[in-house]
């Protein structure tokens, strides 16, 4: 079955410090990768994807991603956090068997401590 | 450019009672149309999409439908409301499998 794992609730991290949330899948066929953000009581905003060509793409906002192959993964990063990067981030793929439909995981909440 | 309007933005409505949610695109052409429910902040459940007028393809059955009367408006709606379906409703549009998806700003609704 096609799937999408963010292995954390939760991600603390203190402002100004890197940051990692964590995104793995499962899917046939080469994958079409996204992240997103959500900030409360509002829709889901795009970041950046991935569909070919260099494995680190840079979005929005100073994120970037890595998409690696052989560990099935798309992780998305960012080199210094700011308070205002709290929110919920959620990472989709479009799989070969998916009929072209985003499988979501479940989120991560992201919260950057002054 | 392209902007997507979902309304309203909060809704309480008492068990029993008929649901209508509306959305609408500008700035595109036949886009594909979804909606989805989130439950407490968290994870998102495809309910319906739909790739043209008419089509309507459901995921989850349940005590919803949806219907695209025109090319670029998606409406959901239930006949009775359970206090199960409260949640947060998202509608989005996308073209391609490899475009990015957008999303309206979101429709409280709480069934009392």
């Known amino acids: 079955a096609q799937s999408v794992a963010q292995p954390e609730d939760q991600v603390n991290v203190a402002e100004g410090n890197p940051l990692t949330v964590k995104c793995t899948y499962s899917?046939?066929?080469?994958?079409?990768l996204f992240w997103y953000v959500q900030y409360p009581n509002r829709g889901l905003q795009f970041l950046l994807k991935?569909?070919?060509?260099d494995n680190l793409v840079k979005g929005s906002y100073g994120f970037e991603a890595e998409f690696n192959k052989s560990q099935t993964s798309f992780h998305l990063k960012k080199p210094s956090a700011l308070v205002s990067d709290s929110a919920l981030y959620f990472c989709?793929?479009?799989?070969?068997?998916?009929?072209?439909?985003?499988?979501w995981g479940a989120g991560t909440k992201l919260i950057i401590k002054p | 450019s392209q902007t997507i309007h979902q309304w309203p933005a909060t809704l309480v409505q008492p068990v029993g009672s008929p649901l209508s949610l509306e959305c609408t695109v500008e700035?595109?052409?036949?886009?594909?149309l979804y909606w989805y429910r989130q439950a407490a902040g968290r994870g998102l459940q495809l309910l319906f999409y739909?790739?043209?007028?008419?089509?309507i393809s459901s995921e989850v059955p349940q005590n919803l439908s949806a219907s695209r009367p025109q090319d670029r408006q998606f409406i959901l709606s239930s006949k009775k409301l359970l206090l199960s379906d409260s949640g947060f409703y998202l509608c989005?549009?996308?073209?391609?499998?490899?475009?990015?998806?957008?999303f309206g700003q979101g429709t409280r609704l709480t069934v009392v």
């Open positions: 700035g595109t052409s036949n886009p594909n």
């Open positions: 989005a549009w996308g073209l391609w499998a490899s475009d990015e998806a957008f």
């Open positions: 991935y569909i070919t060509g």
């Open positions: 989709a793929v479009v799989g070969g068997d998916s009929n072209y439909q985003l499988i």
């Open positions: 739909s790739v043209g007028i008419g089509q």
């Open positions: 899917v046939s066929g080469n994958p079409y």
